[in-house]
Every structure is written in structure tokens, then in C-alpha cells.
């Protein structure tokens, strides 16, 4: 494994962060009482969207590495959690190559200790803001072949770029760079399932300085413009599983999520 050593560790303990937060719904350690603190004042509904979030990760790519995709770009990683990206696709394809990114500095120390690839394939991480999607494809082609498929994986992240932020434009500027074959992994927070619930999570991430921008069904198809949704198409996270799964139990979710193929 190689990582971008050029940016300092700065952690800032003051102010809760995503992946943190997220650490924390999962029952994880690595967090600190800030984010903790957000965390608490979730109602019950976010530790399962946390738990569903994971869950579909681990459905898709184990989908698409059966498909034969063996090159991965994982963005918003967040703290590692088992089994990994890496270990759930090197299962079905050991050469596998994984590119994982992250803006908290804290999952890049525990990336250069637990993301470790076997020894046929490759991972690599890089501390970079999806909202620099430039710098983080000019990291990955180091890595990537970036004219063989891709699976790009943006798992519980845009929900955290507002609209002021383009998230739909920063979306679309990472999958043009993308090969034909390639994919799109993406579950996003909804606003229009469990209006009370998301208005509540957006308050409390609000309080603890973390801006959310939950959206509609509509608005969350957009990411998938141009793009061909493989079955069964754009659902609520526990709604999705490959034809070669085991259907998941049902569940209610505020969750969306779809795997598209570029073409």
C-alpha cells in the first residue's frame, strides 16, 4: 500500500467530522466526545441507515467484482471498518486494485495500518476532498488504469455536499473520466421518505457545524444522468442485491442507493 504523504496530519478534536460521526453509529472507537456528542442526538433511525449504508457496499462491489470489475475508487471512505472494500473484492478477485480517498486525516492513519491489500493486488489512499475531484483522478491514475472499468463508490457521501456546493457537477466531472464499462456506487440520504426524521438529522448535524443536503428521489436520480441503472434500479438501500445474492430482509429506510453502468 502507498499513501499521499505531502499533507500533514493536522486533527482537529474540536469540531465533529462525517466519518467520525459515522464511526460512532457503527459502534466504532476511533471517534472523539465531539462527534460523539452529534451522534447521541440522532434519533435511533440513523444507526440503521449507518448499518444499511455498509451493508449495500458490501452487495454492490461483491456484485460487480463477480462481474469481473477489479479496479475500484473509493471516496468518503471513512474509518476502516470490516470487512473493507478491498477485502470484499480481493475475495473474488485477488489482483483486485483499490484506490481509497478521505478529508479526514485520521482515517489516513488508520488506512496505513489496516487497509493493507494481499499481496497479488494493490491499495492506495490519498487525503482529498471529493469536492477536489481533480486532484484525487490525478492520484488515482498512479494507481488505476484509467482505460480499463472502474467502479467509482460515493457510499453515504454527497448527502454532505450541499447543492451550493454542485454536488451533481462534481459527480459528473468524476464519472466523465471514467471509462466505458465502468460503474457508479451511490447511496445518499433521502428528504422525501421520512420528511420528520431527515429535518431532525439535518438540525442536530447542523449544531454540530456539519452542513446536509438531503434530497429527493428526483433529485438523487440525477447523479445517474446518462448513466444505465442495472437492476433493480435506484431503491432504498436494503432494496438492493445483486441477481446472485440473497435478497435482504425488508426493512424500512431513508436510504437510496443504485449501481449504474457507464456507456
Given amino acids: 500500500m502507498t499513501t499521499d504523504s505531502s499533507r500533514p496530519l493536522e486533527i482537529d ?5 462525517p466519518a467520525r460521526v459515522y464511526d460512532w453509529l457503527l459502534g466504532g472507537k476511533d471517534n472523539y466526545p465531539v462527534d460523539e456528542a452529534v451522534g447521541r442526538t440522532l434519533p435511533a433511525e440513523a444507526h440503521d ?45 485477488p489482483t483486485a486494485r483499490v484506490v481509497y480517498a478521505d478529508n479526514d486525516p485520521i482515517v489516513l492513519r488508520h488506512a496505513e495500518a489496516l487497509l493493507v491489500s494481499r499481496p497479488e493486488g494493490a491499495t492506495d489512499y ?6 477536489d475531484p481533480d486532484e484525487i483522478v490525478k492520484h488515482a491514475r498512479a494507481v488505476l488504469d484509467f482505460d480499463r472499468p472502474i467502479a467509482l463508490s460515493l457510499i453515504a ?19 466523465d473520466t471514467l471509462p466505458s464499462g465502468s460503474h457508479l456506487v451511490l447511496s445518499h440520504a433521502a428528504i422525501d421518505l421520512f420528511p420528520e426524521l431527515a429535518e431532525q438529522v439535518i438540525a442536530q448535524y447542523a449544531k454540530g457545524g456539519i452542513r446536509l443536503g438531503f434530497r429527493t428521489r428526483a ?3 440525477r447523479f445517474f444522468d446518462g448513466l444505465g441503472l442495472i437492476e433493480p434500479g ?30
Fill in 13 to 17: 478534536t474540536s469540531k465533529a467530522h
Fill in 49 to 93: 441507515a449507518a448499518r444499511q449504508n455498509r451493508a449495500f457496499m458490501n452487495r454492490a462491489v461483491a456484485h460487480l467484482a463477480a462481474q469481473g470489475i477489479d479496479q475500484f475508487l473509493d471516496i468518503g471512505t471513512g474509518i476502516p471498518t470490516e470487512p473493507n472494500l478491498h477485502q470484499i473484492v480481493q475475495r473474488t478477485v
Fill in 126 to 131: 490519498i487525503q482529498a476532498d471529493v469536492r
Fill in 157 to 175: 457521501l454527497m448527502h454532505f455536499i450541499p447543492d451550493d456546493q454542485d454536488a451533481h457537477g462534481i459527480v459528473r466531472r468524476l464519472v
Fill in 219 to 221: 433529485e438523487v436520480a
Fill in 234 to 263: 435506484l431503491v432504498t438501500a436494503p432494496e438492493w442485491y445483486g441477481p446472485e445474492q440473497e435478497r435482504p430482509e425488508p426493512e424500512e429506510s431513508g436510504i437510496y442507493a443504485a449501481v449504474a453502468r457507464v456507456p
